[in-house]
């Protein structure tokens, strides 16, 4: 099929079409396959985008950037690697969100009632001080400007919103862990992680022998012991031990291989 036929079809491409085009465009870089593979799999920059929808970025914004991170994906992508496209192009995706989080910063607008009474409290904070020889309560501060404590706490902390902060910022979570505020933003999407173990053990276990497949089912899927798989193997524990190791050391390998893409 040409590049024309691809652009007359009135449907999704199948899996197979999609493999084919990333194939032709990597030896060829020929930019209307490009532009065809772009809007076949803007649906993952479209998923990804609503994960951040709320965290004080306009969302139009945000897709804006995931589409430059889905064609940085569609160019970087080497499909001689044989592994899924969407396993690459989501980290590489929320990579380019997470960077423009980091360099907009996420102020978000407050009402022009909370603006002014912000002001208001610093003012009244440091008149207070001075003359209280302490720092102020909620109550002292309501009292001085003729406000509820409940209107004070509210201005308050919406004005923690006007700075923009780093993604980098650390806070402490209890338990001597610490966690950014980058890890704060954004809900993880479970499915993602399955998409990608999926994809790479399927890539896996083409290269093991039907023995090695069954060890590595059987220890890390069925949760069998080592004697329970070498007594249906009808082989030494040592060897089920020794295939084990080597099957690990197999897909080391291969995770090597894809950090490297």
Do not use: C, H
């Amino acid at each position: 099929m040409n590049i024309k036929e691809y652009k007359e079809l009135d449907r999704k491409l199948t899996k197979e079409e999609k493999k084919e085009l990333f194939l032709e465009y990597y030896k060829t870089k020929d930019q209307d396959l490009r532009t065809i593979l772009i809007e076949e799999y803007l649906y993952i920059a479209e998923i990804l985008s609503k994960k951040y929808i709320g965290k004080g970025i306009d969302y139009d914004d945000i897709y804006q950037v995931a589409s430059i991170g889905l064609i940085y994906s569609v160019d970087r992508f080497d499909p001689t690697k044989g592994y899924e496209f969407s396993s690459f192009a989501t980290p590489t995706i929320i990579g380019e969100i997470k960077k423009y989080f980091r360099d907009k910063g996420w102020t978000i607008r407050v009402p022009r009632r909370i603006q002014e009474l912000s002001k208001k409290i610093m003012i009244a904070k440091n008149k207070l001080s001075q003359e209280y020889q302490r720092t102020p309560t909620v109550e002292d501060i309501a009292e001085f400007l003729n406000a509820s404590p409940e209107e004070i706490i509210e201005s308050m902390e919406a004005s923690k919103v006007y700075t923009p902060q780093s993604l980098d910022i650390v806070y402490d979570s209890g338990d001597d862990k610490k966690m950014s505020l980058q890890d704060l933003i954004g809900e993880d999407e479970k499915y993602f992680d399955k998409i990608d173990l999926k994809d790479f053990l399927l890539k896996s276990m083409k290269n093991l022998n039907e023995i090695e497949k069954t060890i590595l089912i059987d220890r890390y899927f069925n949760k069998k012991t080592q004697i329970v798989i070498a007594k249906k193997l009808n082989i030494s524990q040592m060897t089920v031990s020794r295939i084990e190791k080597k099957v690990l050391e197999k897909m080391r390998k291969e995770i090597k291989k894809t950090m490297e893409v």
